[in-house]
């Protein structure tokens, strides 16, 4: 099982960005999924979830303006990521949740700033 994150960067503050992460040699529709993220002298936090039934939960401090979809078709799940602010600077990291381990992306980094 491998899942490839991308589409972090640079980006100004009230910026967008995409997150995608690619799963590979799993049956990527049936298993929950979701994005986390790690600041700098933080602990890894859940930013949103994203059932196999296209449920989602979201952080409070993202509800409005970041958005967790999945393309089963493409096994790839998003993060539209919208109004950034300096504080959503971070390594994001997508995981993939089945029903005998989670497994992780390597994680991407998204820096807010002008």
């Known amino acids: 099982v491998q899942l490839q994150a991308s589409g972090g960067g640079l980006v100004q503050p009230g910026g967008s960005l995409r997150l995608s992460c690619a799963a590979s040699?799993?049956?990527?529709?049936?298993?929950?999924a979701g994005w986390y993220r790690q600041a700098p002298g933080k602990q890894r936090e859940l930013v949103a979830t994203?059932?196999?039934?296209?449920?989602?939960n979201y952080a409070d401090s993202v509800k409005g303006r970041f958005t967790i979809s999945r393309d089963n078709a493409k096994n790839t799940l998003y993060l539209q990521m919208n109004s950034l602010k300096p504080e959503d600077t971070a390594v994001y990291y997508c995981?993939?949740?089945?029903?005998?381990?989670?497994?992780w992306g390597q994680g991407t980094q998204v820096t807010v700033s002008s």
């Open positions: 995981k993939l949740v089945t029903s005998w381990r989670d497994y």
């Open positions: 040699g799993i049956r990527f529709s049936i298993n929950h």
């Open positions: 994203i059932t196999s039934g296209g449920g989602t």
